[in-house]
């Protein structure tokens, strides 16, 4: 049984994940809601190497199940530690929002159930629709878009640092390799 709300593709398939992957993904969770600058994409792609399951849809699947773990204990961290550890628990902090645990837990249970509900409903109209755009003029579309969010947001010198990322991203096209490997930019200053 595949996943349902996405569209399947030859050597793609993933089924119902086993107890063992789903602890995975609950344990690649855990770091990365208590580990500052380690993004769920990184703990996807470790908890990817401790399964046996491969593919664009393994991955969806598997950062689904590490963003939700990742929301759980990332909470955690912030009550306990008063530090928080994602954007969005930053931007929480800095609006003062009071930390209740169990209404916060409660958020998420609500949105994990609402997407368990609205990714099958919705999710295969979308990548239909998605899919019959073309991807050079999509990605050039989006590409502009970012231009001009840096250059709102950040001027000249966003743009600038938008240019360096933008060529660092080609980079593991180019080498053979993923890229989550460029998330080793992070460990420097995650060491300092």
């Known amino acids: 049984m595949g996943v349902v709300g996405t569209v399947r593709r030859a050597g793609d398939e993933f089924g119902r994940p086993s107890r063992a992957v789903a602890n995975w993904w609950t344990l690649c969770g855990a770091v990365v809601g208590y580990l500052p600058g ?33 929301a759980v204990f990332a909470l955690f961290a912030l009550v306990v530690f008063g530090d ?13 929002v009071p930390l209740v645990l169990p209404a916060m837990l409660a958020a998420v249970a609500i949105s994990a159930v609402a997407a368990a509900i609205l990714v099958p409903t919705l999710g295969d109209r979308y990548l239909r629709r998605i899919g019959q755009l073309d991807p050079a003029r999509l990605s050039v579309g989006v590409l ?32 053979g390799c993923r890229r989550a490997t460029l998330m080793g930019v992070l460990l420097v200053p995650l060491a300092l």
């Not at 969806?60 to 939700?68: D, E, I, L, Q």
């Not at 928080?84 to 003062?96: F, Q």
């Not at 709102?152 to 080609?170: D, E, M, N, R, S």
């Open 84 to 96: 928080p550890r994602t954007g969005v628990l930053v931007a929480l902090d800095r609006a003062s």
């Open 38 to 70: 380690v993004s769920s994409a990184v703990a996807a792609t470790l908890a990817l190497g401790l399964t046996a399951q491969r593919g664009p849809r393994a991955f969806v699947v598997t950062t689904s199940g590490v963003n939700t773990a990742t």
């Open 144 to 175: 502009l878009g970012l231009l001009g969010l840096s250059t709102v947001f950040a001027g000249p010198l966003g743009v600038g640092i938008f240019a360096a990322a933008t060529l660092v991203g080609h980079l593991p096209p180019t080498t």
